[in-house]
């Protein structure tokens, strides 16, 4: 056994292990803080050399696209199509905040306007990167590592706040239960057509570099299939269990190694640029929870600057309506990548002009 492979075994196994104690002790989320920890103190503490297989990682993200394409059932989509105003609202006010945000974020890192504005917008990575990568003044390590490092603001901040204003009605927990787990209602051979469909959105979307194509491939598919066969499932609880450790096994490993790059400036504006991004967020959906029928949870989930894949974790442990939430996510990502990447392009083109013209 090679080293690279015994050190994936230890970790895994280790993720498993703290991921059911952490479920035993009725923490939130232990098949997602479990891998995260368990990651973090094998290569911190141990000190052991990981580099987990990307394309195990991508399996758990299918699998979670699954899981969230399922819950967008006809019913379901009927009662999001009235939710289109506020899931507008939301997304435009998030990234005006995002750009009030940039202006400070600028001025704490000692950075231009271009890396400021690319390391600020939330939801869309991928796009941000490309387009550091293709503008000349942009400084694409601050982007990529305030970017990244997103996610341990998102794993810490967004489940605790979440936690504190979860519906408490059971609603969440009765609809799971009302709808039965794959294996019950979904043959073999069906499960292979919907991994074969799923397999060729996914090869589609890679050929044309669509963001997010392992959780939106799924949720195409799933949503066509609910609405064609009627047939809706839920994946089973050991299904998603397994996806989340693989899964958040590499988030761990990313934090890890981020956590050494987080120094001097950079580091205070990032934690400014983070925590005050989330806690406006959530300053937002409690305004708007007063002329909304949602939850505070529900709008806060939705709104929330974060990879959708870690959201909806949150969401479906805290009983929130996860095909909602996630119609907020594919919504901004939509609208960075067709209305907000095209605005802000030639905002930067603008400013470089002028920059040059002085």
Known sequence: MNKQLRNNIIVLLFAIILSLILSAAHVLLPFMFGPIIASVICVRVFRLEIEWPFWLSQVGLVLLGVQIGSTFTKDVLFDIKDDWLTIILITVMLLVLALVIAFFFKKIANVNTETAILSVIPGALSQM?????ENKKANIMVVSLTQTSRIIFVVILVPFIS????????????????????????????????????????????????????????????????????????LDNYIVAAAQVIYMIRIGIQIAKLLDQMKGRIAVAI????????????????LISMVSNHSVNELFLGAAPGGMSQIVLVAIETGADVALISSYHIFRIFFILFVIAPLLGQLLKYVESSNEKR
């Open 271 to 286: 934690v400014f640029q983070n925590v005050f991004l989330i806690l406006l967020a959530f300053i937002m959906v409690l």
């Open 163 to 234: 936690y504190f204003f979860r519906d408490n009605s059971g609603n969440g927990v009765a609809e799971k239960s009302a709808t039965k787990a794959l294996t019950d209602v979904v043959s073999i051979p069906q499960i292979c057509i919907l991994a074969l469909a799923i397999f060729i959105i996914y090869m589609i979307m890679s050929k044309i570099n669509f963001p997010t194509k392992q959780l939106l491939a799924p949720i195409i598919v799933l949503i066509a299939w609910n609405l064609f066969t009627g047939v809706t499932f839920t």
């Open 129 to 133: 990167l490309i387009m550091a990568e």
